[in-house]
Structures are given as C-alpha cells and as structure tokens.
C-alpha cells in the first residue's frame, strides 16, 4: 500500500485519508467530541454500538468512559488501525458490514442498544429508517447527521421543512436537535452545517399505528406534492368519510397535520 494512503497513527488514535465514494468527513475537533460523548453520557451496563467510526474521534473517547463497544464498520482499510488503536484502551467488537443490512435485533440479543455515529451524508436518511425497524431493541440513537436533515428530522407542523421524514420518525421516537456542528470540525470540511440529534424510540405499545406499511403508505401519499390538498394528494387512499370519520379536514394541506392525525387516517379501514 502507498505510504500515502496508509493510515498514520497518532496519539488519540489515527488518521486516514478520508473516502469520497463513501461519504467519509471524519470528526477532528476534540470540542464537538467531548459534547457528542457528554450527549451519550454512557452508563453501567449499557450496550453501546456505533455506526461508522472511521478514525475513532467518538470511538476512542467512548471506550475511556465505557469499557465495552461495538462498531459497525463498512471501509475494511479501517479495520486494522481501529482495532490497534483501541487495544490498550476497552473491549472494541468490529462488525464489518454495511449497516443497512446489518440487524440490531439479533445485535441486541434480546435486550436493548445504544446507537451512535456521524452518519455518512449519502445514506444517512435510510439509515434512520433501518434503524427504526429495530426500535423496539433500541434504547436511544445519538446522531450526527447535515443540520438541514436534523432541522427536518425535528420540524413540528406548519414548518416549511416538516414533511415525511419529520412524521415517520416523530410517530416512533421522541426526537430533539441537540447542538450545530461547524463545517471547521471535520476533515475534509463539508459544504454544510452538521447537528448532533437525539432520538428516544417510544413505547411500542403507545405508538398506536396498526399496520406500518400503511402508515408509511398514507404518509409518502400525502406528502408527495406538498402543494395539493389532503382530499387531492390522497385521492384514492383516502375517501371523504374517513376523512370524517378522523376528524381531519381534506381541504388541508400535509404540513398543517400532526403526527396523530396521520396515526388515526392509516388506522382507519381502507375505502
């Protein structure tokens, strides 16, 4: 391997170049990785896993405060270097896999997980959505992801950026932008901001969707062109009697619904 593209090792752990085709801006100021570990706060027992730790700047700093962590890592040139680097430090259990085929129940082995992880930009959103079908073995996620997708991650109705994405994760966790991460603090420097968001995945069984694949269905539909009404977008899956019967209003456009009003439409029997 070319001396310029091995990894270099260094005191906190190592440093490599960075993969375009794999959406890599690895985190390097030790401000921001101090707030990501006090954001995850880890505890006793817990069983922590990250997603995508690249040169360990989250790593490294988990396994000082917690003895235990599992990493899921796709780049195999990051393999070696991880595992050197964390030897003196913890317990360090690499998955090399790509996290979307990767299952968190079978990872949780019956219990529950923490997840952490900068997220790569080009994947982070049906990361997300993997994640929340395995969120009844997850405890909490603490992201960071483009602050543009947190902003909608967390947007309530009536914003301009609510939409799909803010109702499907806001109907099975609890989410909340935590703090903005600069451009300056990674490397190479993205285009844009980052934020740092926690998601907390609610109680199954006070969830109160019915039928995922609808929901999902009611949800994509009503959002698909933003600018048409309810009775308009969801023509065809959603009649006016169970408009009626919801209590929501079809000359309504999606961005002006809760997320319960979406829950109680998919729940209805289909027309």
């Given at each position: 391997?070319?001396?310029?593209?091995?990894?270099?090792?260094?005191?906190?752990?190592?440093?490599?170049?960075?993969?375009?085709?794999?959406?890599?801006?690895?985190?390097?100021?030790?401000?921001?990785?101090?707030?990501?570990?006090?954001?995850?706060?880890?505890?006793?027992?817990?069983?922590?896993?990250?997603?995508?730790?690249?040169?360990?700047?989250?790593?490294?700093?988990?396994?000082?405060?917690?003895?235990?962590?599992?990493?899921?890592?796709?780049?195999?040139?990051?393999?070696?270097?991880?595992?050197?680097?964390?030897?003196?430090?913890?317990?360090?259990?690499?998955?090399?896999?790509?996290?979307?085929?990767?299952?968190?129940?079978?990872?949780?082995?019956?219990?529950?997980?923490?997840?952490?992880?900068?997220?790569?930009?080009?994947?982070?959103?049906?990361?997300?959505?993997?994640?929340?079908?395995?969120?009844?073995?997850?405890?909490?996620?603490?992201?960071?992801?483009?602050?543009?997708?947190?902003?909608?991650?967390?947007?309530?109705?009536?914003?301009?950026?609510?939409?799909?994405?803010?109702?499907?994760?806001?109907?099975?966790?609890?989410?909340?932008?935590?703090?903005?991460?600069?451009?300056?603090?990674?490397?190479?420097?993205?285009?844009?901001?980052?934020?740092?968001?926690?998601?907390?995945?609610?109680?199954?069984?006070?969830?109160?969707?019915?039928?995922?694949?609808?929901?999902?269905?009611?949800?994509?539909?009503?959002?698909?062109?933003?600018?048409?009404?309810?009775?308009?977008?969801?023509?065809?899956?959603?009649?006016?009697?169970?408009?009626?019967?919801?209590?929501?209003?079809?000359?309504?456009?999606?961005?002006?619904?809760?997320?319960?009003?979406?829950?109680?439409?998919a729940n209805l029997p289909h027309a």
């Amino acid at each position: 391997m070319n001396s310029s593209h091995s990894p270099r090792m260094s005191g906190s752990g190592f440093s490599a170049p960075p993969k375009k085709q794999l959406g890599q801006h690895f985190l390097a100021d030790k401000y921001y990785v101090e707030k990501i570990v006090m954001a995850v706060d880890p505890k006793g027992d817990d069983r922590l896993v990250e997603i995508g730790p690249g040169q360990g700047a989250i790593t490294f700093p988990l396994l000082r405060r917690h003895p235990r962590l599992t990493v899921i890592e796709f780049d195999r040139d990051l393999i070696t270097p991880l595992t050197e680097a964390a030897a003196p430090l913890g317990e360090l259990t690499i998955v090399h896999r790509d996290v979307l085929q990767v299952n968190f129940t079978e990872l949780a082995a019956g219990g529950q997980i923490r997840l952490v992880g900068n997220l790569p930009y080009n994947i982070s959103s049906p990361i997300l959505f993997h994640a929340l079908e395995h969120a009844a073995a997850i405890s909490d996620m603490t992201f960071m992801l483009q602050k543009e997708v947190v902003d909608r991650m967390a947007a309530g109705p009536g914003s301009k950026v609510y939409g799909r994405l803010s109702v499907m994760l806001q109907a099975w966790c609890e989410v909340q932008a935590l703090f903005v991460v600069p451009p300056g603090a990674f490397r190479p420097p993205p285009k844009v901001d980052s934020a740092v968001v926690r998601m907390v995945p609610r109680d199954p069984a006070t969830v109160g969707i019915n039928d995922r694949k609808r929901f999902a269905d009611v949800v994509r539909a009503a959002f698909g062109q933003r600018r048409k009404t309810l009775r308009n977008a969801l023509n065809g899956v959603i009649d006016e009697a169970q408009f009626a019967a919801a209590g929501v209003r079809s000359d309504a456009r999606a961005e002006q619904l809760e997320v319960a009003d979406f829950i109680r439409l998919a729940n209805l029997p289909h027309a």
